[in-house]
């Protein structure tokens, strides 16, 4: 079974931290480097950090500095604390594996967690 269970976004002022956390199932997780994605309104869907399964991160130029992903192989989960937040960021957050899963010809997400960030 393929699940992704995005939480812990919300609302929150500019110059503020959330952390989100990620359960994914273990056939996504498991070898598979995973990243965070946004899609803010009326924008495409963006990747704004991925960590490979040993650990190793990497940001988009946008987020770096502000944002640590991290993971717990044990779990199966991922997370995304977001620091010194800014209204551009707000957005619904999804996490996946990068690339992301394919089932079929369709690709699979899960429902995203809404944050926002007023200024």
């Known amino acids: 079974q393929v699940q992704l269970v995005e939480s812990g976004g919300g609302l929150v002022q500019a110059g503020g931290s959330l952390k989100l956390s990620c359960a994914a199932s273990?056939?996504?997780?498991?070898?598979?480097?995973m990243g965070w994605y946004r899609q803010a309104p009326g924008k495409q869907r963006e990747l704004v950090t991925g960590?490979?399964?040993?650990?190793?991160?990497n940001y988009a130029d946008s987020v770096k500095g502000r944002f640590t992903i991290s993971r717990d192989n044990a779990k199966n989960a991922v997370y995304l604390q977001m620091n010194s937040l800014k209204p551009e960021d707000t957005a619904v957050y999804y996490c996946?594996?990068?690339?992301?899963?394919?089932?079929?010809?369709?690709?699979?997400w899960g429902q995203g967690t809404q944050v926002t960030v007023s200024s």
């Open positions: 996946n594996s990068v690339p992301q899963v394919w089932i079929g010809t369709a690709d699979y």
């Open positions: 273990r056939n996504i997780f498991m070898f598979s480097t």
């Open positions: 960590i490979s399964t040993g650990g190793i991160p």
